[in-house]
């Protein structure tokens, strides 16, 4: 019994992976790209080994985790090889140490003091470490990350920090059914990443715009998203437990 249901989730990870490739690559070429243009990042977080193994078996070459201990926890068991791995989750400056030359970029970071940390723990190690800045695209209380506004000023204090390379952008925008409010978030990201492109600060590459999940990644690639990070909708629902 334990058997089948595993072959059932196996078998509608393949069915997804292929629904979602060709949704990504009509996206991209609506957009004028293609489907190589656009990252798909397969989130793992709640997931177990054994499925995103086989997730990994499909080609996927990309993972991002939410939280440092579950990704340690996992690893060991993942088959890893030539994958990138990056942190999504909100990252507390005391769990810096534990991850840093674990991952090939922290996407999270949402405040100069941790990008400071990283930098700082990286320069120890001989290392330097790729971020994405997260960007509170809503303006919601709820939510971290640099506002819209004042980001640019942030990004050039961080631009000096070393130990990191900025790789681009991150956001995740408001929940809401409305695909055209939804639009906007996207566009307002998009042009801040070729905003912050066109200043061309050193040490600041904008080569990665990290936005679009399972219930808008194709909305996101329309306004001009080239990483795609999909949990629920190549998994399945989660189970927190
Ligand atoms: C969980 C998570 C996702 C994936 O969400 P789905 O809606 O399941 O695709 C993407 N980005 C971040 C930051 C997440 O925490």
């Known amino acids: 019994m334990e058997k089948s249901l595993n072959e059932q989730r196996f078998y509608d990870i393949e069915e997804n992976f292929k629904e979602i490739s060709s949704k990504i690559a009509e996206a991209a070429s609506k957009s004028g790209r293609g489907r190589n243009d656009i990252r798909f990042m397969a989130v793992t977080k709640t997931v177990e080994p ?10 996927i070459d990309l993972i991002g985790e939410n939280r440092v201990q579950e990704f340690m926890g996992k690893r ?3 088959k890893l090889d030539g994958v990138e791995k990056h942190l999504i989750g909100h990252l507390q400056t005391n769990k810096v140490r534990q991850i840093v030359g674990n991952v090939d970029s922290i996407d999270g970071v949402d405040s100069v003091k941790l990008a400071k940390e990283i930098g700082k ?3 120890k190690l001989g290392i330097t ?3 994405l800045i997260e960007i509170n695209i809503g303006a919601e209380e709820s939510k971290f990350g640099f506002s819209p506004e004042s ?7 961080m631009s ?11 956001a995740v925008p408001p929940i809401c059914d409305d695909s055209v409010k939804n639009r906007v978030f996207f566009e307002n ?13 050193h040490n600041v590459s904008m080569d990665i715009l990290s936005m679009g999940m399972s219930g808008d990644f194709e909305e996101a690639i329309l306004s001009g998203s080239n990483m795609v990070r999909i949990g629920s909708a190549l998994f399945g629902a989660r189970n927190y437990r």
């Open 50 to 59: 054994l499925f995103i193994n086989h997730a990994l078996s499909l080609g």
């Open 76 to 78: 060991d068991e993942l």
């Open 121 to 123: 723990v990286s320069s």
């Open 129 to 131: 470490s790729d971020i």
């Open 151 to 157: 980001v640019i000023e942030s990004v050039y204090e």
């Open 160 to 170: 000096e920090i070393k130990g990191i390379r900025i790789k681009g952008l991150m």
């Open 189 to 201: 990201m998009h042009q801040l990443f070729i905003d912050i492109g066109a200043k061309k600060i």
